[in-house]
């Protein structure tokens, strides 16, 4: 490869860092494979925006120079995003851009925005400054977060703890409902912050057997009563529903779920149309068949608006649309739905009036309900008050897959260009009860370095109990994020200092779908990743918040360059303890941090 050659894209809600992404060893090509086990060929990555990818950029530089590319289109057209080989036999890896009108036709297609290709000199941060400059004028962030009608607890700081009430495939009770408001309870009185309980598999067929999942499957009064013992503790409940995407039937459940009647009554005529007038049910995970919803439809938003209110009612306060944005624009042909035909701005327009309707619709029931997303894009930032993160356990179960480029790891590309305007949380099973640690820790502290709220739990029945050492560090990392939120969640991100800081290797087992199992032992991964993860805000006062996590098991010591006004005040706050380490300091400022085994130091810097 090319000396410092990287790429850097949008994946999902996440970013991506390709280093030496087309390496050649001996004469052959390497792609990613397995974690650590690279497989022969170019890699490739093709997206979609606006869903599947957040943001229209892609940027290619080496220790010369760098490559802008991206679109600067505010009126939402369907787009698609590619790096690798154009075409089969293409010997050389390329990044380009696929424009997807609407079809009209007879009819010309117009292309009324700026594709911009451009030159810039630095890392990452330095090209997506370029598009921050564009991105922060645009009608989506007419409104920071803080300005919104956010909820009084999502302003004050929280945690989230996740929890299974059902398993799969066997559907048989893991945690009642009762017991997952206990444990919450004792857990956030412990630590000291309020916690939101993510309740896994509570729906009638269990798990993601919706959108008519309700009644619960242990019964709206246990549900009901669940939600009424966290609000009572300062605690919030808070569960996940299917958007636009309608689960027909799961097989390989034990009793196995079949929704096909519901779904023929209210579901086929609104399901996406191909060319051909076929409106097809997939299959993905063994024995899963869904179809996706149209929502340019007044039936899809009707079905996510009844799923979402009933849970209100019935007490929860945080709901997640699953399977959206992710899923990305999809094009449609029913002329049956009143909409242009095919891909086109309409797509997300649709969604854009949908979220703007059923958020209106929750905050009548409840000023304090949240609603979030699985995944992001910037077009969807106004109507929604945080996003499924997955930077802290990519490699487990995140957008990390076979076939990528080489050099992978997650880089905070989204909340960089977007810190203030949205929050997220870590998402995607990042569990407490494993065996192992080191993974697990790093999972937090990225999470942390990367303005993303911690979460912990036991989505897995086996182990049945949390890790001590895991569970110790996970409750100094919600302290922490609590005592940091004016910038983990309003602040503007920076790009972090440099350290130097040891690598380490981290190892788990890669979550699959072969069996929605995590304990297969052929399934073992290790990478390497530094020891310290770090991250650095501005907040809307002007101070600079700093956060180091020390995520390994041995004490590190590094020197860091401390910026910010002229003359200001140092404070740092090491796992909760405040302390004043000067009073007034001219800055730049360099200092030396000697951390001890898995802790969390904040460094705030305040102009005087």
């Not at 196995?256 to 399901?271: K, M, V």
């Not at 999972?443 to 739990?457: D, E, I, M, R």
Request: charged letters at 20%.
């Amino acid at each position: 490869g090319v000396p410092g050659e990287a790429v850097a894209t949008p994946i999902q809600a996440e970013g991506y860092l390709f280093t030496d992404p087309y390496p050649v060893v001996d004469h052959l090509p390497l792609r990613a494979g397995f974690p650590g086990q690279p497989h022969v060929g170019l890699g490739s990555l093709h997206q979609t925006y606006p869903g599947g990818l957040s943001m229209q950029l892609m940027l290619y530089y080496n220790r010369h120079a760098g490559l802008y590319l991206a679109a600067h289109d505010a009126d939402m057209h369907v787009k698609s995003f590619h790096m690798g080989p154009m075409g089969e036999g293409d010997a050389f890896p390329r990044l380009w851009i696929g424009h997807h009108p609407t079809e009209v036709p007879g009819a010309d297609a117009d292309f009324a925005y700026d594709t911009i290709v451009g030159v810039f000199h630095g890392d990452w941060y330095d090209g997506a400054d370029l598009y921050k400059a564009w991105a922060r004028r645009q009608w989506w962030c007419a409104q920071p977060l803080a300005e919104r009608d956010l909820a009084r607890w999502v302003r004050e700081g929280f945690g989230v703890w996740q929890m299974s009430n059902f398993h799969i495939p066997e559907i048989k009770l893991n945690h009642s409902l009762d017991q997952i408001a206990a444990e919450v309870n004792a857990l956030s009185r412990e630590i000291g912050v309020p916690l939101a309980a993510l309740i896994f598999n509570y729906e009638r067929g269990g798990a993601w057997t919706g959108p008519i999942g309700l009644p619960p499957r242990e019964g709206d009064d246990a549900f009901r009563a669940a939600m009424g013992q966290l609000r009572a503790a300062g605690n919030h409940g808070f569960v996940y529903i299917p958007g636009g995407n309608w689960y027909v039937a799961i097989d390989s459940y034990d009793p196995p779920f079949d929704s096909w009647a519901e779904y023929e009554a209210r579901g086929q005529a609104i399901t996406l149309t191909t060319a051909a007038g076929e409106k097809p049910v997939s299959s993905w995970y063994a024995g899963w068949h869904s179809a996706w919803l149209c929502p340019g439809t007044e039936g899809n938003r009707e079905i996510l608006a009844e799923m979402l209110t009933g849970l209100q009612r019935l007490g929860c306060d945080w709901i997640q649309i699953d399977n959206f944005p992710c899923g990305g624009p999809m094009a449609c042909f029913d002329p049956a739905h009143g909409h242009p035909r095919g891909h086109g701005p309409w797509y997300t327009q649709a969604w854009r009036d949908t979220l703007a309707d059923v958020r209106a619709r929750l905050k009548a029931i409840n000023p304090d309900a949240v609603l979030s997303t699985e995944g992001i894009s910037e077009v969807y930032i106004p109507y929604l008050d945080l996003y499924d993160h997955r930077a802290g356990n990519m490699e487990y179960f995140g957008h990390f897959w076979e076939g990528q480029p080489m050099g992978g790891r997650t880089i905070p590309l989204f909340n960089y260009v977007y810190g203030g305007y949205l929050g997220a949380y870590l998402a995607a099973y990042p569990e407490t009860n494993r065996p192992e640690v080191l993974y697990w820790t790093r999972s937090l502290g990225k999470a942390l370095a990367q303005g993303v709220v911690p979460t912990g739990g036991r989505y897995w029945p086996i182990p049945s109990a949390s890790n001590p050492v895991t569970l110790g560090f996970y409750k100094k990392a919600i302290r922490a994020a609590r005592d940091a939120w004016k910038y983990l969640m309003f602040g503007e991100m920076l790009k972090p200092p440099v350290i130097d800081v040891p690598e380490i290797e981290y190892s788990t087992l890669k979550f699959t779908g072969e069996c929605l199992d995590h304990l297969l032992e052929k399934n073992r991964f290790a990478i390497r990743d530094v020891a310290v993860e770090h991250g650095a805000w501005r907040a809307a006062d002007g101070s600079i918040g700093y956060l180091f996590a020390n995520v390994s098991q041995q004490p590190v010591t590094f020197d860091v360059a401390l910026a910010g006004p002229a003359s200001a005040r140092v404070e740092q706050v090491v796992d909760g303890q405040r302390s004043v380490l000067h009073p007034r300091a001219a800055l730049p400022l360099r200092h030396t941090m000697a951390m001890a085994p898995l802790s969390v130091t904040m460094i705030e810097v305040t102009e005087v």
